[in-house]
Nanobody
Framework: QVQLQESGPGLVKPSQTLSLTCTVS??????????WSWIRRAPGKGLEWMGV???????YYNPSLKGRASIRRDTSKNQFSLRLTSVTPEDTAVYYC?????????????????WGQGTQVTVSS
């Protein structure tokens, strides 16, 4: 059973960079054909898919983020991370990491097999 755990600061100032890490256990992030994703839920809104890094290291992003997001991985630690630059209060949300076996370019924020518990990030001065 794959387990995911998010970690990172709960408060970020406007214009700064948000950085979160997802630690994976019970499976390797290089296992074919898994996808490893970041998804968020802003207050009063639905889930938003942000991006994914595949088992082979290729990454893809939601165009609505306008190039602000990047996802990297550390295979030695079995972790993947999110960086979101130039944050505003609109980036306040609960951030989730999630994974899907047999990843096939899925960008549906609800269709993922395994989820972290989520971490609250507030953007405020």
């Amino acid at each position: 059973q794959v387990q995911l755990q998010e970690s990172g600061p709960g408060l970020v100032k406007p214009s700064q960079t948000l950085s979160l890490t997802c630690t994976v256990s019970g499976g390797s992030i290089t296992t074919r054909y898994y996808g490893w994703s970041w998804i968020r839920r802003a207050p009063g809104k639905g889930l938003e898919w942000m991006g994914v890094i595949r088992y082979d290291g290729n990454s893809y992003y939601n165009p609505s983020l306008k190039g602000r997001a990047s996802i990297r991985r550390d295979t030695s630690k079995n972790q993947f991370s999110l960086r979101l630059t130039s944050v505003t209060p609109e980036d306040t949300a609960v951030y989730y990491c999630a994974s899907k076996a047999d990843y096939d370019d899925n960008r549906d924020p609800y269709d993922w097999d395994y989820w972290g518990q989520g971490t609250q990030v507030t953007v405020s001065s």
